[in-house]
């Protein structure tokens, strides 16, 4: 007895290895883009919380190695690098500017930036 289709046979477990193949791709590329929005996610929050936190010390007229030491301490403590911190002057008054970094894994390093400050007349 002859069956039909013979040069077809287990042609369905090639397709059904070629679409969890493809499942399984997309669910990397999916993985990977989530990791990339957490980490830059991440690192504009510790830029931001750490600007602001120097933004604070400012109030109490700290010279700029405290303000950015307090900026390092938020910034450590959300898990991200700063790579810089300065105290400058705006036509508002001071400002904090902070650039931290916080890792993407196999994507790289998500980068961030910060400002905050006083308006005229309010630092101590």
């Known amino acids: 007895m002859m069956r039909s289709g013979g040069c077809e046979r287990g042609s369905g477990t090639v397709l059904a290895l070629a679409a969890i193949g493809v499942l399984c791709a997309a669910l990397l590329a999916g993985l990977a883009i989530g990791s990339a929005l ?3 996610a991440q690192a504009r929050t510790a830029a931001d919380l750490a600007a602001v936190a120097g933004a604070q010390q400012l109030v109490f007229a ?3 190695g ?3 030491a307090r900026a390092q301490g938020i910034v450590h403590a959300n898990d991200a690098v700063m790579t810089s911190c300065a105290v400058v002057e705006t036509d ?3 400002a904090v500017t902070v650039q931290v970094k916080v890792s993407a894994g196999v994507l790289g390093q998500a980068t961030a930036s910060a ?3 006083l308006r005229s007349g309010e630092s101590g």
């Open 38 to 40: 957490l980490a830059s």
């Open 62 to 64: 700290a010279g700029d």
């Open 66 to 68: 405290a303000v950015c």
């Open 92 to 94: 508002d008054g001071p």
């Open 115 to 117: 400002r905050a400050g």
